[in-house]
């Protein structure tokens, strides 16, 4: 009886024992992989890009609202600063215009053309993730070429005392890829026409597509 007691307190030994060293055994189980989650995109950050689109819009003279039609192809490049706030998009941007804006009058007294302009606004938008509604508006410059054939007259000036305001809405595409569309309307207000004894100037509407890349 002593010999099967003491044989059974041995196998209990060698259970515990063969058990301790198992959980001494390195684990067989991978490591832990952390879940890996894509970035939240955001509209904060410098961008440049480019545009192109059609102009149309009137010739002022002396105060009246149209002497003439003015109409042609717009396209240039942007550059600008966005920074969001929740869903509020603050920002400012600067743009300059090639142009090929021509007009006759009504009467085929007078031609005006205008070959560049430029703009730099405030912006204020409401982004959806990466779509975005925004509002537009500021300064504007450009030229405004002036010619008087029954005259032999002809004058092209600088018109620094404009605005803009307009409107778009942009989609990003990726993380750094932003398109979008975009109305202005410019005015680059009236100018004395030296020699002429007359005030010039123009307003316009501007559509078109924008392609930018953000930092």
Sequence with gaps: MKKYLLSGVAALGLLAAGAASAADLPSRKGPVVAPVYAPVFTWTG???????????????????????????????????????????????????????????????????????????????????????????????????????????FSSDRTHTGGFAVGGGVEYAFTNNIIAGVEYLYVDLGEKNIAGAGTKIGTDFSVVRARLSYKF
């Design 46 to 152: 410098l961008y440049v890009g480019v545009n192109a689109g059609y102009g149309f819009g009137n010739v002022n003279a002396n105060g009246f609202a149209n002497v003439g039609d003015l109409d042609g192809f717009v396209g240039g490049g942007q550059i600008g600063y966005n920074y969001q706030i929740g869903q509020l998009v603050l920002g400012a941007e600067a743009d300059f215009q090639g142009a090929d804006l021509s007009s006759g009058s009504n009467l085929g007294l007078v031609n005006v053309k205008t070959e560049y302009f430029g703009t730099v606004r405030a912006r204020a938008g409401f982004a959806f993730d990466r779509f975005m509604v925004y509002a537009t508006g500021g300064w504007a410059y450009g030229n405004v070429k002036t010619a008087i054939p029954a005259l032999a």
